[in-house]
Nanobody, 113 residues
Framework: VQLQASGGGLVQPGGSLSLSCQVS????????MYWVRQVPGRGFEGVSA????????YYIDSVKGRFTIARDNAKNMLFLQMNNLKSDDTAIYFC???????WGQGTQVTVSS
């Protein structure tokens, strides 16, 4: 099983990044999927979650209105559109299904001027 996140990078405050996660080795269409970030000095933080059909979505308060989670079950992929990025968003971002014990390799997002 692999969950490979990509799309991170260095961006200035106010900028945007689009993260993708390609999942292989299992089919995600029956799983809630999550984006989780590891923040320096703050540990792991759940950012967003999406139900198997995409009809239920949750965000932590600090990213509401700025981040959008999406999924494509046909392609076995998870996405996170991040707009109006702030320095506090700097972290390693992981796509994951923590209840199932599935974590991918993260992608570094750095927001800095």
């Amino acid at each position: 099983v692999q969950l490979q996140a990509s799309g991170g990078g260095l961006v200035q405050p106010g900028g945007s990044l689009s993260l993708s996660c390609q999942v292989s080795g299992f089919t995600i269409n029956r799983n809630w999927m999550y984006w989780v970030r590891q923040v320096p000095g703050r540990g792991f933080e759940g950012v967003s979650a999406i139900s198997p059909t995409g009809d239920e979505i949750y965000y932590i308060d600090s990213v509401k209105g700025r981040f959008t989670i999406a999924r494509d079950n046909a392609k076995n992929m998870l996405f996170l559109q991040m707009n109006n990025l702030k320095s506090d968003d700097t972290a390693i971002y992981f796509c994951a299904d923590p209840p199932a014990g599935l974590w991918g390799q993260g992608t570094q997002v750095t927001v800095s001027s």
